[in-house]
């Protein structure tokens, strides 16, 4: 089984937006752990649509804090 472990970082905290919506944070970085390739990557925000292909294959996602996210 092929799982992708992520963890994103935000720009911003709840505070600073007003807000408790996830959606109104701004991601600043990812990282991802592919357990195929024993291989981290680590993106910013203007790269963050190249984690798509390596997500997609995946049959199980972990994330870090993800559920409230």
Do not use: C
Not at 27 to 54: C, F, G, Q
């Amino acid at each position: 089984m092929r799982y992708i472990v992520f963890d994103l970082e935000t720009q911003n905290i709840f505070q600073e937006v007003g807000s408790s919506d996830p959606a109104a944070l701004d991601i600043s970085v990812a990282t991802v752990y592919d357990s195929e390739t024993d291989k981290y990557t680590t993106v910013l925000v203007d790269d963050i649509d190249s984690l798509w292909p390596i997500i997609e294959k995946a049959d199980a996602l972990v994330g870090y804090n993800s559920n409230h996210f």
